[in-house]
């Protein structure tokens, strides 16, 4: 067994199958052992779980699912890549090679239970986690290897949110578990990467009063809130809800002391709980 950690074997490897890293498929292939048991420790891994991993490139990471869980759904865009991982496979592996925004979810989890367990490329992180953050069937525990700014984003207090963080915070509970430096990878990107958890995910919307868009959701009317207040961060609360709901100042005023916050409040300083509140209350403003 070949130890794709090591980067002299991992070069040995790539050579083998005519392989390089795809600089336009975001393709940075991990060489770090402790920093790929820490990924999997934070996974929580039984072997009745179900995983998906996405973008499992040259099976790094996919081998020590498999030792952990049930069955390793990988979903690889790379022709080559997908086609390889395939000839290795030892029955509790499944393939797909797909781009994953753009499968049905649905032809993958079958409504049953899974997790995320992924080392993706920077440039669709955002969009990853929202995939499966709105999925109808979301995941137990989501654990990515993404870029260290990106995380610190995620998980920021009241008084450094933004729209990233208040739309993960709403559905789960997001933690850096680890940091890991470039030089971890080859080839070695140019900024530091870090092992992000999202646990406790749920529906947010069950506890909101909020009217349903014609879709039957809840989310836009809430977005819609959040969106307008962060519309300029130097701005404050009253001025982009007046501004952006078209009402008044005062009327905007009303609605931020009846949130229970001060007049110069800035969308930044609110958590996701003031969120809930504020578009509860704003909600029955018209345009």
Known sequence: MIDLTEKSQLLDHLKKHGLWAKKGLGQNFLVDRNALDKIVEAAELTQDDTVIEVGPGVGTLTSELLKRAKEVVAVEMDDKLAEILRSANNGKLKVINADILKFNLNEIIENKPYKVVANIPYYI?????????????????????????????????????????????????????????????????????????????????????????????????FFRCVHIGFSSRRKTLINNLSAGYHIAKETASDIIRQTGFGENVRAQELSVEDWKRLSEQVESVGE
């Open 125 to 221: 992180t955002s969009k990853i986690i929202e995939l499966f953050l709105t999925a109808e069937n979301k995941p137990e525990l989501i654990v990515l290897l993404v870029q260290k700014e990106v995380a610190e984003r995620i998980c920021a207090k009241p008084g450094e949110m933004s729209v990233l963080s208040v739309s993960v915070q709403l559905y789960g509970k997001p933690e850096i578990v680890g940091i890991v430096p470039k030089e971890s990878f080859f080839p070695s990107p140019k900024v530091d990467s870090a092992i992000l958890k999202i646990d406790n995910i749920q529906d947010p919307f069950d506890s909101l009063s909020l009217a349903q868009d014609d879709t039957g959701s809840l989310s836009k009317s």
